[in-house]
């Protein structure tokens, strides 16, 4: 019985070097003829990488995974917008612009079409909106937004904004609000 430890690990050692010193064309032609078949293997295995595709359909995750609502209501959104476009300062609706050049002004304004009595008090039920576009940076640039982001990834600008409507009427131009957040500093600090 051999045992690798102190004087015949050295000489292993010493035998491997020796072995891929000597032959290391052939180790690098081997390496090299591996790597086809895992090339191979690689270009022709698709991998889905959502998990869910790969769970059976009836077990408690899965449930549920595919239902939406499709119907009709009559009810009115909770929200409507009204977009108002200018061109060089000049109000015009959307169809006249198309194809021409200059300063271009997109105004969003949103409502908040649902209210709640709340301790006597006519408030506006919170919700917040977010808008997004991407416009290329070729025919658009100097993109400003207001309570929003401009971000450029070089060949876009992607614009996103946010919109409470309704919440700053809910605190009777912040006066309500301030009072509030000094009413939970103080219970805080109780």
Avoid at 59 to 79: F, H, N, R, V
Avoid at 168 to 186: E, P, R
């Amino acid at each position: 019985m051999v045992t690798l430890g102190g004087e015949n690990m050295k000489k292993l050692g010493e035998a491997i070097g020796r072995f891929v010193v000597k032959h290391k064309l052939f180790i690098v032609v081997a390496s090299l003829l591996l790597c086809i078949p895992s090339i191979f293997g690689y270009l022709n295995t698709k991998i889905n990488y959502d998990i869910l595709v790969y769970l059976p359909k009836d077990i408690e995750t899965m449930k549920g995974q595919d239902i939406y609502y499709q119907g009709k209501t009559k009810a009115s959104l909770p929200i409507s917008m009204k977009v108002t476009y200018k061109l060089d300062g000049q109000k015009m609706k959307l169809k006249e612009m198309l194809g021409k050049k200059g300063k271009v002004e997109i105004k969003i304004d949103y409502t908040n079409n649902e209210t709640k009595t709340v301790d006597g008090k006519e408030l506006y039920v919170p919700f917040v909106v977010t808008t997004g576009t991407m416009l290329p940076t070729n025919n658009a640039s100097n993109v400003e937004v207001t309570n929003g982001k401009v971000i450029s990834n070089g060949s876009s600008n992607i614009i996103m904004a946010i919109a409470a409507p309704g919440l700053s009427k809910n605190y009777n131009n912040n006066k309500d609000l301030i009072q509030l957040q000094l009413n939970m500093i103080q219970q805080n600090l109780n």
